[in-house]
């Protein structure tokens, strides 16, 4: 009887737990589907070609590619340090007093919504670089990283608020990859007489695989993050090196034109663009969980924001 | 022993070193500073008792609130909810009582996979699953994105505290001749139950916030509606369109339902942060 019972318990759980396998298979499948108009007209042309024409039922996807993986570079690029300087300062440097309410607060960033980032960018950022653009002085503009009218709207006030919004995600994670340094490569460090510093380079290059893993998942935040961009970049599909120059990501343009999108060719685009975030996002993950994995037997905690403390109960 | 120039610039660099991590921190509280700052400028003088009790009103006209969208926010979490609670506990039920299996391998790593899946992507989902072939926009639509974007979040927690559990007490409900199922629902759930609870507010917090896969779910609503077969309005939908309008009063109004926003969420931050230092001392205390 109970062995009966223990069964069909473990069938049950198992059921309900592959649904969430199912939804995954879902949303690949739906995606799929959803653009199978425009991946059989356009081919690969589409991610070739830069001409976003709706009317004319004309759809490449170049511009919206190189604004999320531009916006995301520049993104990391200036997070990176950052998110290393804090993880290093929480988990070898701080004083113990400091630590937990720094902890909070840094992760309290990770909490707050897109669309609250999205307004801040709007009335507060935007404003400040536009000024920031305008004193650029006229030599440096006519080198093409800062050329174009200063705006305020574009890639560096989309990098800049990406910047903030993944810093505590990669911090989190780093901070916990160094506390699982064992203590002992410290100790060896400084009984070789070595100063901070270099005993906290020993710990970082110990966990340089979960440090990248770190920073892999800032990534994969970037390049999905959709509502504070889509309010600061200014949503012109151009391939444009400059700065200043106002540009589209794919998340961007899903949001703004999906409601609108008249025929089916149109949505099927849009949804094919989707269909490549989706698999840049799951390809950038999953290395980051690799490397992750690897270090830490256990995973790291998924999210941080509010979710950490609840894992860092154990 | 002798301190040499190599020494004095090693130990220069290790300080500088030290600095910047500092500065690292500081330079992270700088936006968070200022975005309260500004949240709380702009939005507080407009946050009238009228804000959460009035329509919306016309252009031109000033005050109203966003009675509606705050509703609308409440039932697309308790939508979403109802939706990941169940499904995301029982799931993490089976991941952690069948550690090594297969499928829960699969499980575990579907789960990861959907919780870096893009939110405006689970948007295209819930479009295509709850929103086409009714060819309406649905508060249930909108229920399904946020739903589909907790449930890993809820999984992961709930596993991740039903191991905390001691063994000891599973040995006990077997060995008083429970089934496995019965050990589970009577024993091991409850003593992980504070805890996930407490996951589950964590994450009902993160999507409360969300707006990108409501955009063609959920969509908005002008006026008031609680109905689940029509397009609701949300807090976070209302300020993006408010945001994006050009209206002095429209902005005013955005800053009100961000303070809104924010509060909320920090006062779920705060109060997860307190269960689970309660929850540190009871363990630290029963095992």
């Not at chain 2, 509606?225 to 369109?241: F, G, H, K, M, N």
């Amino acid at each position: 009887m109970s062995k009966h019972d223990d069964k069909l318990f473990r069938l049950v759980t198992a059921i309900v737990a592959a649904s969430v396998l199912l939804v995954v298979v879902g949303i690949a499948a739906t995606l799929i589907q959803g653009s199978w108009l425009s991946l059989r007209q356009f081919g690969f042309s589409f991610w070739r070609t830069r001409t976003w024409d709706p009317v004319a039922g004309q759809f490449g996807a170049l511009p919206f590619i190189w604004g999320t993986l531009y916006s995301s570079l520049l993104a990391l690029l200036l997070s990176t340090p950052v998110a290393l300087g804090i993880a290093v300062f929480l988990a070898e440097l701080s004083p113990r007093l400091l630590r937990q309410p720094l902890i909070f607060l840094t992760e309290l960033l990770a909490a707050i919504p897109s669309i609250v980032y999205g307004l801040w960018g709007i009335f507060v950022l935007v404003p400040v670089v536009r000024s920031l653009e305008a004193a650029t002085p006229e030599w440096l503009r006519r080198v093409p990283l800062f050329s174009g009218p200063p705006l305020g709207v574009g890639m560096l006030a989309a990098a800049l608020i990406l910047a903030v919004m993944i810093t505590p995600f990669s911090a989190a994670v780093a901070r916990e990859i160094l506390r699982a340094v064992p203590t002992s490569q410290r100790e060896a460090a400084y009984a070789l007489g070595a100063t901070r510093w270099e005993a906290i380079r020993l710990a970082l290059y110990y966990g340089r695989t979960g440090i990248i893993g770190a920073v892999m998942l800032g990534l994969g935040r970037a390049l999905g993050e959709t509502i504070a961009v889509t309010m600061v970049i200014g949503n012109n599909p151009q391939v444009s090196a400059s700065l200043f120059a106002p540009q589209y990501t794919m998340a961007a343009v899903i949001a703004n034109e999906f409601t609108e999108a008249a025929d089916d060719l149109y949505l099927h685009a849009l949804v094919e663009i989707g269909l490549v975030l989706f698999l840049i996002t799951i390809v950038v993950n999953a290395l980051s969980r690799l490397l992750l994995w690897r270090v830490a037997d256990k995973p790291v905690a998924v999210a941080p924001s509010a979710a950490a403390p609840v894992a860092a109960a154990a | 022993m002798k301190t040499t120039a190599y020494d004095l610039r090693r130990r220069a660099t290790s300080r500088a070193v030290e600095i910047f991590c500092a500065a690292s921190v500081v330079l992270a509280l700088v936006p968070l500073g200022l975005i309260l700052f500004f949240v709380v400028r702009q939005g507080l003088p407009a946050l009238r008792p009228a804000f959460f009790t009035q329509m919306p009103k016309p252009v031109g006209e000033p005050g109203g609130g966003m009675a509606n969208a705050m509703v609308g926010t409440l039932i697309l979490l308790g939508l979403a909810a109802a939706l990941a609670v169940p499904v995301g506990i029982v799931s993490g039920v089976f991941l952690s009582e069948y550690k090594g299996s297969r499928i829960g391998s699969a499980v575990r790593f579907a789960a990861d996979v959907l919780n870096g899946v893009p939110s405006i992507v689970i948007g295209i989902f819930a479009y295509t699953v709850a929103v086409l072939p009714f060819q309406r926009f649905t508060a249930l639509a909108g229920g399904l994105a946020l739903g589909v974007m907790m449930l890993p979040l809820i999984v992961r927690t709930t596993e991740e505290l039903l191991r905390l559990v001691p063994e000891s007490f599973r040995e006990g409900a077997l060995a008083l001749g429970a089934t496995r199922s019965r050990a589970v629902w009577t024993v091991i759930l409850p003593a992980a139950l504070p805890g996930i609870l407490t996951g589950v507010l964590v994450a009902l917090a993160r999507v409360a916030g969300e707006t990108a896969p409501l955009l063609f779910t959920s969509l908005n609503n002008r006026f008031w509606s609680t109905r689940l077969d029509q397009p609701i309005a949300s807090l976070t939908v209302q300020v993006y369109t408010y945001a994006n309008s050009p209206y002095d009063d429209w902005h005013r109004q955005a800053w009100a339902g961000a303070t809104v926003l924010i509060a909320s969420v920090l006062t779920f931050s705060l109060l997860a942060r307190f269960v689970t230092r309660r929850l540190e001392r009871m363990h630290r205390g029963t095992v």
